[in-house]
Nanobody
Framework: VQLVESGGGLVQPGGSLRLSCAASGFTFSSYAMRWYRQAPGKERELVAGISGAGSSTYYADFMKGRITISRDNAENTLYLQMNSLKPEDTAVYYC????????WGQGTQVTVSS
């Protein structure tokens, strides 16, 4: 089983990033997927979630209106489009699969700074 995040990097305040999470080794469409983030010295927090079929989504209040979670079950890939990024969005972003089992990716660093 693998979850491999990509798409992180350094972006200026107000900028955008699109994170991807490529999944393999399990039946992707049978798992709800989530994005979490963890900033230095802080606990990991839930950012967004999406059901297996993609019909239901959840967004944390602190990012609602600035992010969109989506998935492509044909490509076994999860996405997180992030817009209007702020310095406080700086964190390592992780994808998480929740179903019969739970899996975590290794994370991708997002740094928002001028």
């Amino acid at each position: 089983v693998q979850l491999v995040e990509s798409g992180g990097g350094l972006v200026q305040p107000g900028g955008s990033l699109r994170l991807s999470c490529a999944a393999s080794g399990f039946t992707f469409s049978s798992y709800a997927m989530r994005w979490y983030r963890q900033a230095p010295g802080k606990e990991r927090e839930l950012v967004a979630g999406i059901s297996g079929a993609g019909s239901s989504t959840y967004y944390a209040d602190f990012m609602k209106g600035r992010i969109t979670i989506s998935r492509d079950n044909a490509e076994n890939t999860l996405y997180l489009q992030m817009n209007s990024l702020k310095p406080e969005d700086t964190a390592v972003y992780y994808c998480h699969a929740r179903g019969r089992y739970q899996y975590w990716g290794q994370g991708t660093q997002v740094t928002v700074s001028s």
